[in-house]
């Protein structure tokens, strides 16, 4: 992909397969922060006119929903099971389905040679940039493609997303073009933080970066509950653990320890250190160690569509 002078004010297209959440927030987000003209570095590669792709006509009527009529006809174009002839107008590309998907997407007549030389994005759990790039070329022999994987989250839709890009080795046999990677930090940093990470780490953050905020969800449902129980109500008690989960958040990334936080909060003998107590005897932080390892070690198998289960004695 031939970077565009910014003075040529070409339009540059970015197409997103089957966008579902995940995809659904990404646009959202970077729709939202180029319409509140949020500048971020290397603001000038961003995509200017966006198309999604989608399976059903049902799930083109969703994004319809969330998205105001102006959107839609300047900036959004939706296709429905017309995936080839979108990417082949595009200059970026989003892979943005369910992992076991990605290869009838890829297999598709015309595909690999209309992803040629363009900027492959993958959010796809389990699968590497190895396989889409390996499959492309059985595909298509000596062709070229440059994939970045990329593990945003659902915050992406409110522009509070932690995104981590992984690095390519040194060692790989065809290295990314620098202003594929200066792309796709501009479009992630559209909707949130970005952080880089090797390979090797790439699973774990994962699920640290992807799969926690259904933990944390976890986490205040089980607060208001509690909440709810004593005589709040859902409503006040959703928004104060919420709100106070943020902060929380706010002071640990403003540099403060999570124990120095603990012990700050919890007097001897007081309330906090009861219930401090209780999660203790409970082993919670035993178990939020289980919940990644088994998250994290539940991608494999996604690219063919294995879902793993969990055998509970």
Partial sequence: M???????????????????VMGTAILLGVLSAQASHLKTDGANLLPNRFKACVRRSEWADGIRSKLPPQTLESTVALHVNDNVAAVEGADMIILACQPHLFKPILEEPGMAAALQGKLIMSVLAGVTSEEIENHLQTILRHGAFSVIRAMPNIASAVQASSTVLEARPPQHQQ???????????????????????QPVTFSICTTLNGSTPAFFAMVIDGLVDGAVALGLSRQEATQMAATTMRGTAELIMSGKATQDLRYEVACPGGATMQGLRTLEEARTRAVWMDAMRASTSGQSGLSEGIMVQRKVA
């Fill in 175 to 197: 290295p990314l073009p620098k202003h594929f990677v200066a792309t796709a930090h501009a479009i992630f940093s559209c909707v949130g933080a970005v952080f880089i990470t």
């Fill in 2 to 20: 031939v970077v565009p002078n910014v003075r040529e004010r070409r339009w540059r297209f970015w197409d997103a397969f089957y966008t579902g």
